[in-house]
């Protein structure tokens, strides 16, 4: 068992008994260890993510890191949003869920090792497939120096700006955004390396 896990466990205030019966299905699989990564328990296979366990206000969910790779015979794996391309969760929103589920639970853990013992990986979304926003474009045409260190990021940081600034309705934010991230676009930082 892992220590920061126990400790999370311990300190679990409002999912408390749910998270410790799902911890108890997927502490039945003996191929993952248990690791505690995003600041919840999460559990891995050889190191690689397979299964977490975490909380929201109105439920508590299995997100299972390959989940789009799922077979989901029960249809009740869910994409959180259309932007997560990989993960899929499994929500609950109370004890009664997961006892009701739990062979399906455990059929599902079993399934998400086999994947990740196989080796199989998500095809993600190339940069290209993601739309550019006509201000981003525009910015980039007008200013080389700009649009050589937009290209020069890594794929993931590409996709992390251009998700970020689509968000935005109005053109005028998305201007603004750009602007705010001009000088950390230039010095070849992602959006979240400030």
Not at 17 to 29: D, G, H, K, P, Q
Not at 68 to 94: C, G, W, Y
Not at 130 to 153: C, H, V
Request: positive net charge; proline residues 2%; contains cysteine.
């Amino acid at each position: 068992m892992n220590i920061q896990a126990e400790r999370f466990f311990d300190n679990a205030k409002k999912w408390k008994e749910a998270y410790l019966l799902l911890r108890e299905i997927i502490l039945e699989n003996e191929s993952l260890d248990e690791a505690f990564k995003w600041k919840h328990p999460c559990n891995v296979f050889k190191g690689s993510n397979v299964v977490l366990i975490h909380g929201f206000k109105d439920y508590c969910a299995l997100l299972f890191h390959k989940g789009a790779l799922m077979k989901d015979p029960h249809n009740i794996l869910i994409q959180q949003t259309e932007n997560v391309q990989a993960a899929r969760q499994i929500r609950f929103s109370n004890e009664g869920q997961i006892l009701q589920l739990k062979a399906a639970i455990t059929d599902y853990i079993q399934e998400a090792v086999a994947i990740e013992k196989s080796g199989k990986k998500v095809e993600m979304k190339k940069v290209s497939e993601y739309p550019m926003p006509e201000e981003l474009r525009k910015t980039l045409d007008e200013d080389k120096a700009f649009n050589k260190a937009f290209f020069s990021l890594t794929q993931g940081r590409q996709k992390s700006y251009l998700f970020y600034f689509n968000q935005a309705k109005q053109s005028a934010t998305r201007v603004s955004r750009i602007e705010k991230y001009y000088e950390l676009i230039l010095a070849g930082k992602g959006i979240d390396d400030q």
